[in-house]
T-cell receptor, first 109, second 115 residues
Framework: GQNIDQPTEMTATEGAIVQINCTYQ??????LFWYQQHAGEAPTFLSY??LDGLEEKGRFSSFLSRSKGYSYLLLKELQMKDSASYLC??????????WGAGTKLIIKP | IAGITQAPTSQILAAGRRMTLRCTQD?????MYWYRQDLGLGLRLIHY???????GKGEVPDGYSVSRANTDDFPLTLASAVPSQTSVYFC??????????????FGEGSRLTVL
């Protein structure tokens, strides 16, 4: 079966760095996405990786290793507004998105 | 209208009743999707449409139906609601050839409670 694993919840301190991991087992691979979802709101796109390596976008970076079935989202200089759930999704060989359950990130002052 | 609009935003429904969730987009995206989101589970695809006039079944299609008469609208119908359909429903769309290779744009969600 297809599976996406990510931690249920993480806590970090304002101004610090946090890494949210995602491991996947899917039928084929056509890209990995990270989305941010604030409580009670819609998910919004953060990043996309299809090749191995690091993609950097301001305070957020996303890393992919296809051979290991592994990705992480790195958030730097954490702000209170970064408190949200972070969803990992993999596009399989049929170009369907398989979603993880999300990681709830709690930022403390 | 800007982006994707869903209606209603929230609804309480008696079991056995019929309900249609509306979704309209103004981005001229070909592909549209309906997901449900439940606590502790990832987003699960109910139905999708790659282009106007075509629809397909997702991971959890039972008890739901969709239609795609035109590019902009993609309503989701629950023919006879059951309590297990209590969930938050998200409509989404994606355009082809975009720089993010299939980024999804989501509506604000419809919270449905079936009693």
């Amino acid at each position: 079966g297809q599976n996406i694993d990510q931690p249920t919840e993480m806590t970090a301190t304002e101004g610090a760095i946090v890494q949210i991991n995602c491991t996947y087992q899917t039928s084929g691979f056509n890209g990995l996405f990270w989305y941010q979802q604030h409580a009670g709101e819609a998910p919004t796109f953060l990043s996309y990786n299809v090749l191995d390596g690091l993609e950097e976008k301001g305070r957020f970076s996303s890393f992919l290793s296809r051979s290991k079935g592994y990705s992480y989202l790195l958030l730097k200089e954490l702000q209170m507004k970064d408190s949200a759930s972070y969803l990992c999704a993999v596009r399989d060989s049929n170009y369907q998105l398989i979603w993880g359950a999300g990681t709830k990130l709690i930022i403390k002052p | 209208i800007a982006g994707i609009t869903q209606a209603p935003t929230s609804q309480i429904l008696a079991a056995g009743r019929r309900m249609t969730l509306r979704c309209t987009q103004d981005m001229r995206h070909n592909a549209m999707y309906w997901y449900r989101q439940d606590l502790g589970l990832g987003l699960r695809l109910i139905h999708y449409s790659n282009t106007a006039g075509t629809t397909g079944k997702g991971e959890v299609p039972d008890g739901y139906s969709v239609s795609r008469a035109n590019t902009d609208d993609f309503p989701l119908t629950l023919a006879s609601a059951v309590p297990s359909q209590t969930s938050v429903y998200f409509c989404a769309s994606s355009g082809e050839g975009g720089p993010e290779h299939g980024e999804l744009f989501f509506g604000e969600g419809s919270r449905l409670t079936v009693l």
